[in-house]
């Protein structure tokens, strides 16, 4: 079966920093692309940044683009995501999910799997 272990959430001020993880079994993990994507309350889940499967190749949507990070550790079958300069408007679930494929780009949809969510609340 494949699973995939999101983890790192938590409570931090407006301005703060968290790093949030996701490990995947069952997948053979660079055969996959992977996108973070959120989701507050209230509203629709979101795309927030992709990773190809090289690694290579990222991408971020404009509201986090310079704040967060994405990378990827093929060797531990785990993605990150960095969040600095947090804002109360990236209060959310997390959600990994994966995408197969090796093509130089990463892409939001389709996706084939998807983790559970980590909570991430932004709030003085």
């Known amino acids: 079966d494949v699973q995939l272990q999101a983890s790192g959430g938590g409570l931090v001020q407006p301005g703060g920093s968290l790093r949030i993880s996701c490990s995947a079994s069952?997948?053979?993990?660079?055969?996959?692309?992977i996108g973070w994507f959120r989701q507050a309350p209230g509203k629709e889940r979101e795309a927030v940044a992709c990773?190809?499967?090289?690694?290579?190749?990222?991408d971020y949507i404009g509201s986090v683009k310079g704040r967060f990070t994405i990378s990827r550790d093929n060797a531990e079958n785990t993605v990150a995501l960095q969040m600095n300069n947090l804002k109360p408007e990236d209060t959310a679930v997390y959600y990994c999910?994966?995408?197969?494929?090796?093509?130089?780009?990463?892409?939001?949809?389709?996706?084939?799997?998807w983790g559970k969510g980590t909570q991430v609340t932004v709030s003085s």
């Open positions: 999910a994966l995408q197969y494929g090796r093509g130089y780009y990463c892409y939001y949809t389709p996706m084939n799997y």
């Open positions: 069952g997948v053979v993990f660079d055969d996959y692309a």
């Open positions: 990773i190809s499967a090289n690694g290579y190749y990222t």
